[in-house]
């Protein structure tokens, strides 16, 4: 699926980008942004969307139902599958050989 693009910049907006741009980091005024000091209620991961590579997988009847009864709302079945593969990727890791 094709994610749609933004909009194309305007003159006037890449103009503005490349004065930002040729400034020295001293002579940003930076005096208005608040510094952020409480952490507690960041979320990790918020922004992060892992790369997906797009296959196709053969995989026994019963196991993707179980996975399709068991998602919520029928919803979010390859998520559940992708996460129990990456369970087992991240156990066999840590076993010796």
Known sequence: MKKASSKKLTEKQKSEIEVLAALVDD???????P?????????????????KKQLT??????????????????????????RALRQHVHRREKQPY
């Open 27 to 33: 002579a940003i005024d930076t005096r208005d942004i």
């Open 35 to 51: 510094e952020a000091r409480d952490w507690s209620g960041a979320r990790r991961d918020l922004f992060y969307r892992p790369v």
């Open 57 to 82: 997988l053969r995989l026994d009847v019963d196991v993707v139902e179980w996975f399709k009864n068991h998602a919520r709302n029928g919803r979010g079945y390859q998520t559940d599958i992708n």
